[in-house]
């Protein structure tokens, strides 16, 4: 275990750009942060500060519409993961009861008539009328955030000495999902078995998490304990799921998270990179055959409660 992250609790900061130019210190970093922390901030990216808090008001004021007007786009009526997830919709831990926040979740737009749209991954976006612009704003960032998340797995790639380019024809058509997160002030009924998301790894390759900077976040520590980890807009957490860490051969870990929650709301913006569905993702060299939608589609499942009860 390196020392820096099991002593002090760190968790690297790394700037994109130098990233990008393949700086020494910057693929140190990376290189920590994929294959002994689990997790790092990156900032210096194409989205600004000002972006991104956009992106997170536009949410804040969909999550605040009443109930009726965004049950509209209840995703347990669609059959896929696109629209809204009311609270108690997810169950990421079967020990602990379902996670009380809120979700948003959209995904990658395919042509009308690709026959790709029968798939669940790829069902076409549900989109609400109300607020104002709001399709506009976060399928504009939808775009952007996905061409950022390439970039940060390029580094990786490099930093675990894989080309540069190692990943990116796998994100074609990439099965990346948006969503927003709505975490309310901590209910005053709740116990230890109630999170606003209870400890989990993510399921698929990177994750790319914009925050509204109110603490929440804690990462667990190998030796125990937790590390609580915040990102003001305009910086990024990142971490990395269970399919990078086979699809790495175990080079990248997958590290266990959490959010209890606190007297004040929280609203966070992960983008979930998955690469396109038929993608092998089992480890270079071997005979296995690991489809990144059979992995996530598994996952999935288990955790909304409207997939586990169909």
Not at 86 to 105: H, I, L, M
Not at 148 to 165: C, K, N, P, S
Request: proline share 8%.
């Amino acid at each position: 275990m390196n020392e820096h992250s099991e002593t002090s609790g760190l968790i690297p900061r790394i700037d994109l750009q130098a990233l990008r130019t393949s700086d020494p210190a910057a693929l140190d970093a990376m290189r920590v942060a994929a294959t002994d922390v689990g997790f790092a901030t990156v900032y210096n990216t194409a989205l600004p500060p000002e972006r991104v808090a956009q992106v997170i008001e536009t949410y804040r004021a969909f999550f605040k519409l009443p109930e009726a007007e965004k049950a509209a786009t209840d995703m347990a009526t669609t059959g896929s993961n696109r629209g809204w997830g009311r609270s108690g919709a997810e169950q990421v831990d079967p020990d602990a009861n379902p996670d009380y926040k809120q979700v948003f979740d959209c995904g990658v737009t395919l042509p009308e008539g690709d026959p790709r749209l029968a798939d669940p991954f790829y069902a076409p976006n549900i989109w609400p009328g109300t607020p104002a612009g709001f399709r506009q704003t976060i399928e504009s960032y939808y775009t952007d955030a996905c061409a950022v998340g390439l970039e940060v797995l390029r580094g990786v790639a490099e930093a675990i000495g894989q080309r540069r380019d190692a990943f990116d024809a796998a994100f074609d058509a990439p099965m990346a999902l948006l969503r927003g997160n709505y975490y309310p002030e901590r209910p005053a009924s709740a116990g230890a078995r109630d999170f606003g998301i209870a400890t989990h790894t993510d399921y698929g390759c990177l994750t790319l998490l914009a925050t509204d900077g109110t603490p929440g976040l804690e990462v667990r520590k190998r030796g125990g304990g937790w590390i609580p980890v915040t990102a003001a807009p305009g910086a990024f957490v990142i971490n990395f799921g269970e399919m990078l860490q086979f699809w790495s051969d175990g080079k990248v870990i997958a590290t266990p998270h959490r959010v209890i929650g606190s007297t004040a709301e929280r609203i966070s913006v992960p983008l979930f990179f998955n690469p396109a569905r038929e993608t092998n993702v089992a480890p270079p060299g071997s005979d296995q055959v690991i489809s990144a939608g059979d992995h996530l589609a598994k996952r999935y499942n288990e955790t909304y409660l409207h997939l586990a009860k169909a």
